[in-house]
């Protein structure tokens, strides 16, 4: 299975948000607060093969400074657990007044392969600092040049979330991953009506599309639908792979204040 930046252990970011405008920071949040949570199912070629889920919680930072901390669980169903087992956690803690992250933290499970990274972001002086945890315990300590303005590869999918593009538009926006600075520009193509699990929404087709060094990363067509409305919710992508197809549906919402959407989802 084809893996890329938005699929860590075959969900994790299949789920490309839109709303970006240019490199500088989103206003203070809307599109998004704590208590809202979105679930998923991900098939391959029409096989349900995992559940993911994105989770919004308030917490505290070092400082004791209010901050919003993005949950995201992946996790490989009974049919393809003998294939390519996966039970991962990613983390991003981020500034609830700009939506730029100051922390970051992987626990990848995949087959017998466990990963276990941080990243501590320090945006004023442009610079992150990657901490890896390595088979035998030892933990290694990298730092890296960012550019101004720079998201994981989580916070940068909830700051989409915020902003509203006009169809037609290009939009970009800096992502740092694995110890490597790319350029996510989204083509923001057409409105149309679709219907998932979750029920029936007049959304907004995107194409994502990664860049790495001026080069467009070559993995695949991947198209996102998001609701045409102020909260840009994913609902459904579509991804053509080497082998197959990925379909990622969102099945319920709620924004954890009464407004829910698909049915109850099992924890």
């Given at each position: 299975?084809n893996?890329s930046?938005?699929?860590?252990?075959?969900?994790?970011?299949?789920?490309?948000?839109?709303?970006?405008?240019?490199?500088?920071?989103?206003?203070?949040i809307?599109?998004f607060?704590?208590?809202?949570?979105?679930?998923?199912?991900?098939?391959w070629?029409g096989i349900t093969?995992a559940?993911?889920?994105?989770?919004?919680e308030?917490?505290?930072?070092p400082?004791?400074?209010?901050?919003y901390?993005?949950?995201?669980?992946?996790?490989?169903?009974?049919?393809?657990?003998?294939?390519y087992?996966?039970?991962s956690?990613?983390?991003?803690?981020?500034?609830?007044?700009?939506g730029?992250?100051?922390?970051?933290i992987?626990h990848s499970r995949?087959?017998?392969?466990?990963?276990?990274?941080v990243?501590?972001?320090?945006?004023?002086?442009?610079?992150?600092?990657?901490?890896?945890k390595?088979k035998?315990?030892?933990?290694?300590?990298e730092v890296?040049?960012?550019?101004e303005?720079?998201?994981?590869?989580?916070?940068?999918?909830?700051?989409m979330?915020?902003?509203?593009?006009e169809?037609?538009?290009?939009l970009?926006?800096?992502?740092?991953?694995?110890?490597?600075?790319?350029?996510?520009?989204?083509?923001?193509?057409?409105?149309?009506?679709?219907?998932?699990?979750?029920g029936?929404?007049?959304?907004?087709?995107?194409q994502?599309?990664?860049?790495?060094?001026?080069?467009e990363?070559k993995d695949g067509?991947l198209f996102?639908?998001?609701?045409n409305?102020e909260?840009?919710i994913?609902?459904?992508?579509k991804?053509?792979?080497?082998?197959?197809s990925?379909?990622?549906?969102?099945v319920?919402y709620?924004?954890g204040?009464?407004t829910?959407?698909?049915?109850?989802?099992?924890?």
């Amino acid at each position: 299975m084809n893996k890329s930046l938005y699929a860590p252990g075959l969900v994790i970011f299949l789920v490309v948000m839109v709303g970006i405008s240019t490199a500088g920071a989103s206003d203070r949040i809307k599109a998004f607060g704590p208590g809202e949570r979105m679930d998923f199912v991900l098939k391959w070629t029409g096989i349900t093969v995992a559940d993911a889920a994105l989770i919004v919680e308030e917490s505290s930072g070092p400082d004791d400074e209010s901050i919003y901390r993005i949950i995201s669980t992946a996790k490989s169903r009974s049919v393809i657990d003998s294939l390519y087992r996966v039970r991962s956690r990613y983390e991003s803690h981020i500034n609830p007044e700009d939506g730029l992250p100051l922390k970051y933290i992987a626990h990848s499970r995949e087959r017998d392969r466990k990963k276990d990274r941080v990243y501590l972001f320090d945006q004023e002086n442009n610079f992150v600092r990657r901490m890896e945890k390595g088979k035998e315990g030892q933990t290694t300590s990298e730092v890296f040049e960012i550019p101004e303005t720079t998201y994981d590869t989580i916070s940068s999918l909830y700051a989409m979330r915020n902003r509203n593009p006009e169809i037609g538009e290009s939009l970009p926006l800096n992502i740092f991953n694995n110890r490597k600075n790319y350029e996510l520009v989204i083509d923001v193509l057409h409105e149309e009506e679709i219907t998932t699990s979750a029920g029936r929404f007049n959304t907004v087709k995107v194409q994502p599309k990664l860049i790495s060094e001026g080069t467009e990363k070559k993995d695949g067509e991947l198209f996102i639908w998001v609701t045409n409305d102020e909260r840009h919710i994913p609902v459904l992508m579509k991804s053509k792979v080497k082998v197959g197809s990925f379909t990622l549906e969102l099945v319920r919402y709620s924004d954890g204040h009464g407004t829910v959407y698909g049915e109850q989802v099992d924890e």
